[in-house]
């Protein structure tokens, strides 16, 4: 028996009582993933910078055009932030009651929703400022493209937070960015639109990582034992969107 501890507090495991050896949780693997939790938080905001300066360098954009690209991009984080949020409260309690199938549809349809409506908003008020003539259309539609695009990807990455996947955010981005920037190098001498290219695959790809993230991570969540399976059933759409609301 006194070797048996020995050896526990010599590798540091946390051993349940009555749970089997093969389960015993490595507590220096969680405790690892944890402290990198903050460092790999900052890798999103950096990759956005660093994304902003490769295109303004790549179309050679003014001053006036890199601060629009930031400002939708900021506005974006903004917005999705709460929205993220009130989405997160109805599908966190299915995770807690152990119905990951219901969890999952919930955010897929709420987000869906959400989403839609936020950025049809968004499209009727620039409609506003155009008409009006506030800004040049050159410029508001940069501002609405980075906008509208970041807009979506935060939504759709606010899922992996709830499943404590959100490395796969910072996967995605940089597998964005690194896509765009390879693709812009090779087809910059063969045609004019090289960046319109390079952006639309390297944003294809960024939600392509994200949604098979999520699809991963719910079908994990699926595969563990439940007490009750029932048939999964949504309340109303418009009870949904309630929901969802930040406040």
């Not at 590798?11 to 402290?35: F, K, M, N």
């Not at 620039?126 to 506030?134: E, N, P």
């Not at 790809?205 to 991963?216: H, K």
């Not at 949904?240 to 930040?246: C, F, G, H, S, T």
Request: hydrophobic share 55%; aromatic share 6%; with cysteine.
């Amino acid at each position: 028996g006194e070797a048996v501890l020995a050896t526990i507090k010599a590798r540091r495991l946390a051993v349940r009582p009555g749970q089997p050896a093969s389960q015993v949780r490595d507590t220096r693997r969680e405790a690892l993933q944890d402290y990198l939790k903050g460092p790999l938080g900052l890798l999103p905001p950096v990759l956005l910078l660093l994304m902003i300066v490769a295109l303004s360098a790549w179309a050679n954009w003014s001053q006036t055009q890199v601060m629009l690209l930031s400002a939708g991009m900021t506005g974006s984080l903004m917005l999705s932030n709460g929205l993220i949020q009130g989405v997160s409260r109805r599908t966190s309690l299915y995770l807690g009651m152990s119905k990951p199938r219901m969890a999952a549809r919930y955010l897929l349809l709420s987000t869906t929703a959400v989403t839609a409506i936020a950025l049809a908003l968004i499209l009727l008020a620039a409609a506003l400022l155009s008409y009006f003539g506030v800004f040049p259309s050159s410029e508001l539609s940069l501002f609405l493209l980075s906008f509208t695009a970041l807009t979506v990807v935060w939504m759709a990455a606010g899922g992996l937070s709830l499943l404590q996947q959100s490395i796969w955010l910072s996967i995605a981005l940089a597998a964005g960015l690194g896509t765009c920037a390879a693709i812009n190098i090779v087809a910059a001498p063969y045609t004019p639109h090289h960046l319109a290219l390079s952006v639309s695959a390297g944003y294809t790809l960024t939600l392509t990582v994200i949604g098979l993230a999520l699809m991963r991570g719910f079908a994990r969540l699926a595969t563990r034992p439940t007490r009750v399976k029932a048939v999964t059933r949504l309340p109303s759409l418009a009870y949904l969107l309630d929901e969802a609301a930040p406040y």
